[in-house]
């Protein structure tokens, strides 16, 4: 599936990424979809609100981490020049609460796609960090 199929499918937040993708999971979504393996499988589930997902967050050391562990087997790798389909951590207000919060997205030309309780937005940001597929056409 293309960037453009993904972003267009009916996506549903949900915490914990069951019925549904908070903005870290849509991003290990986007990450099977591509590979063949999902990257939050052991996790799927293991939370249903904010509080667990960061609660999650912290014991893996922090999102940074904790992404890394999870895509670099899978060929990924840390980049500072985002192509469309990388994903990253983004500095964007929460459409949850407003406050500014480090957020899960992919790359969509010039813009991040998030997932937020409305559905997919994309936003002009930038990023923490960002994490490319070294075998991406």
Request: hydrophobic residues 45%; aromatic residues 8%; contains cysteine.
């Amino acid at each position: 599936m293309n960037i453009h199929e993904f972003l267009k499918l009916p996506h549903r937040f949900r915490w914990g990424g069951l019925g549904g993708d908070d903005c870290i999971m849509f991003c290990a979504s986007w990450v099977a979809d591509q590979t063949g393996t999902d990257p939050a499988e052991k996790v799927r589930g293991t939370y249903r609100d904010e509080e667990g997902a960061l609660a999650f967050v912290a014991r893996a050391g922090g999102l940074i981490p904790m992404i890394d562990n999870g895509v670099k087997p899978l060929g990924y790798s840390r980049t500072t020049m985002p192509v469309t389909g990388d994903i990253g951590i983004i500095m964007a207000a929460s459409d949850i609460d407003g406050t500014l919060k480090e957020i899960g997205a992919i790359r969509f030309g010039p813009l991040w796609a998030v997932l937020a309780p409305a559905g997919v937005r994309a936003k002009r940001c930038d990023f923490v960090a960002a994490w490319s597929r070294g075998d991406k056409a």
